[in-house]
């Protein structure tokens, strides 16, 4: 750091030296000049005296010496004189010596005589003399001689004086001695003092500015600490928050890249089915916008195939969603395996998949793709150690003929997908307004059928069941009918299917099933005793988990016997039904009997068939009808008869129409009847009134 005091002091030691040297030159100047104009004015005096006291004398020496050598000088009368004259004249004057020069500048006269007779010619002092202009000089002479004798260190002040002759004319000069040395030794006194007095107030002054500057330097030296500590502190400061920052910015670009991570995890699962990875239907319906955009621009065809398959939810309820999870992750991946021509798979959920095929060419192109779609489900699906065999049901919709928004295209595919359904596992088929119609039809019928359980327009009919052998009445099977005053008499395969599917058939069960029973009692206690009765139960039914508590409600409310009470249910809801043997053990337990409806027509394993706690295998009316001319339903009942028989199941025949029909089932020991060779379906009066008289 910058030393202020000690370059202070160098400085100003320097300039104190300086200024104390100037001012003891000045002062000494002034003092020399001074006693020179002093001694100069008595020497001017004091030469006058002489000039005076002299008079004429001086004049004759001057003239006298023209043309006389050195010797001649010395011995001449009139130096003697004037010396003797000079002698008294300058004693006890501080004139110590007197020299005379002719205007040749020969030493005429000396208080030393040895120096008359020698030339000053060249004397500045005498030459400046001549020219009528007094000059002096200081001298210090170690030794000089005097009119009283030699002196040693003596100050003199010699002044050249000139001597005017008559008409002004210089004659001589006078070389006056005046003794200075008292004056020389106060002046060096009074130099010294006064060199003294001015070290002192410089010193003075040199130690307080000294101080001053010292506190300055204590101040500016502080000051910097200070300063510097600020600057390490900063220096700290900043070091710690660059670090923090780097931190901060690598923490945010850390963050930064987590959110865009996120975002694009988040922009993916927003467009994707999170378990297959196939575009969802967000995504989907965006595209297809876009397609169709595109398809109204370039003039082209477009068609949307809705997949939907067929016995997803039985492995689903069966075998777990986790094995549900997989056949649909392996179902995708078949998809997109096998299906070519494809510009779109996605999954819409559930087990509905939907592709978009664009620039369509013919239907053909389309129909083989939807071919390559049920193709892709030819072998098996290998999940968990099963081999699950599935089929998919395709529904086609055309741009622009069945629609120009992805409503209208989406929507007629659905409606094409289930008209493929209803032709049976694996078929395509292409949409045509006429669906339109018919669902437009099973809107209205849902609607209606909502209000028909209100108004009563649902009644119950019984159906003969005759023991096979005897011919007596055994049984009834309970059959709702609707007469609705808007579509008439609308048949149970029409409405039941949709209440099924809106929800409406738990009430409409629950009434039939509380009506059928309630009629039973009636029956029984007006002396009609029928010995049993058979309600339809539909899966849905089933599954509602209060479904027991309702049945049992029921039985008390109306008193019926359990024992009296067959519940018809077919052969899906061992699939469909969550833990279904438990469920069918506990209505046996109540008492309730239980037959299998439609028998044949499922694909019920007979491993299943031998746990289920049935007592009644109806056979499917579809096989009876083939009784006498199709062998192959004839062979088809034998098997059931001999499977019921070594499974120990009752029979019983739906649908027996004919005599014949009625004797092949009789011979195969088929137990009970039902059809229209014994009766159809009517109205419980009817019923009564046919067969209240008959034995039983
Ligand atoms: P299902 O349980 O197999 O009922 C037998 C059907 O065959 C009845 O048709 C009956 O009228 C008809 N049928 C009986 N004998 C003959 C015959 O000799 N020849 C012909 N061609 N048909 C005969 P329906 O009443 O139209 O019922 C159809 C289906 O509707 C029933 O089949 C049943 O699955 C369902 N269903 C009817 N009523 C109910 C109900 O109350 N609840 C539920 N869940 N389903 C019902
Ligand atoms: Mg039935
Ligand atoms: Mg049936």
Known sequence: MFNLSRYFSILSLILIGLAAGL???????????QMTTLAEDRNLAMAQVFENALGDSLAELMDASIGKDASMLQQSEESLGMRNSLTSLLRRTAVVNVKIYNRLGVTVFSTDATQIGDSNLDNPGFKTAL??????????????????GTRANIDLLASFIPVAGEGQAIDGVIELYQDVTPFMAAFRNMLWIVTAVVACVFAVLYLMQLLVVRRAQGILHEQAERIEAARSTLEVQVDARTQELRRAIHQLEGEVAERRQAESKLNYLAYHDPLTGLANRRYFLERLEASLIDASAKKQRLAVLFIDLDQFKQVNDSLGHGVGDELLVAVAAALCEHVRLIDMLA????????????????????AMLAQEVIAAFDSPFRIDGHDLFLSASVGVSVYPNDGDSVGDLLRNADTAMYRAKALGRGHYHFYTPEMTRDAQERIRIDMLLRRALENGELSVHLQPQVDSKSGYLVGAEALVRWESPELGSVPPARFIPLAEDSGIIIPLGNWVLRETCRQVMRWKASGFDLPQVSVNLSVKQLERPEFVDTLVEILDETGIEPSRLKLEITESVVMIVEDAFTLLDRLRKIGISLALDDFGTGYSSLSYLKMLPVQQLKIDRSFVVGIGN?????????????????LDFEVVAEGVETAEQADFLGELGCHQLQGFLHGSAVAPAEFRARWASLPR
Do not use: W
Not at 23 to 33: I, Q, T
């Open 630 to 646: 199709n062998p192959e339903d004839e062979a088809i009942i034998r098997s059931v008869m001999a499977l019921a028989q070594s």
């Open 23 to 33: 001012l003891g030159l000045m002062y000494r100047e002034a003092s020399v000049r």
């Open 131 to 148: 020219s009528g202009v007094v000059t002096s000089e200081l001298r210090h002479h170690k030794a000089m001689e005097t009119f009283d």
């Open 347 to 366: 999954r819409l959920g559930g087990d509905e998949f939907i592709c978009v095929m664009e620039s369509v060419r013919s239907d053909e192109e389309v």
